[in-house]
């Protein structure tokens, strides 16, 4: 039995450490990488998304383009389409994973305002504000207005995309400036997977070489599997408590979305 719990041990913390290796990476690679224009393929949003679409159709929304985006180890979130609203100041980014949609206005000043339904992250400073409304898209536009009209008063009036040559502009801006920001939450729980996978294989590593020397077992453990065990739980239990801080952090934006609805 304790050879079972040992195996789920290594291969919980293995998978959560290489999945942080890999949220660590990307973080890294943001403010260089680079979606590209994918217009001229004609994609088709997916099924999934169609709601959405109709909807941003019904609100005025008109189809900008498409772009791709390029991940590390031929990773990717599929196309994105981008949407604009008839001034063109308002973007609106649908990606085939989530059924949501994510409103973007930038100013000349390099300051942005972004809304995403139903996911995102809560971050408010003086030229950046992200925020996340989980009800409908319907609130999640009218909350994102609300919040383009405080920031005109200190950025000046919004700038216009119009054509995905401008966008892919705007976008290469957003990522130098914000985006890195926006994912710090994650990347910090991501390091912590890696910094406990490490700890891990050190532990193993330590415990194989006093098993090879025949060193005496310490009198806290019955032998070296034990011991080894016990090494490898302050690992498996960081891991755990990142993924619940992760959930927590993902259901402390739900509610802040919420309280924000109840006061628009």
Partial sequence: ????????????????????GLGVLIYMGVPKRRPTDASHL?????????????????MGFLRLGETYLRMPLAMSPGPTWI?????????????EISPGAFFTTVFSDGSV????????EDISTTDFLSQTVTT??????????????????????????KTIQEYLLWDGL??????QRKMRRVFIIDLAQ?????????ASIVVWQLWLRHAPVP???????????LLLTPAFTISVLCILINIQGSRHNRKRAKAANQKA
């Fill in 1 to 20: 039995m304790e050879s079972y719990f040992f195996s789920i041990l290594v291969v919980f913390l293995v998978f959560s450490g290489v999945t942080g």
């Fill in 42 to 58: 004609n994609l088709e949003p997916p099924a999934n998304t169609q709601t959405s679409v109709d909807k941003l159709k019904s």
């Fill in 83 to 95: 949407f604009v609203n008839e001034p063109a100041t308002i973007l609106a980014e649908i990606v």
């Fill in 113 to 120: 305002v972004e809304t995403g339904y139903p996911q995102g």
């Fill in 136 to 161: 409908n898209i319907d609130n999640a536009y009218q909350s994102h207005l609300q919040c383009v009209d405080e920031f005109i008063i200190h950025h000046g009036e919004p700038q216009a995309v």
């Fill in 174 to 179: 957003y990522r130098t400036r914000h985006a």
């Fill in 194 to 202: 890696v910094i406990a996978l490490i700890y891990g294989i050190m």
């Fill in 219 to 229: 009198a806290w453990v019955i032998d070296w599997d034990r011991g080894l065990f």
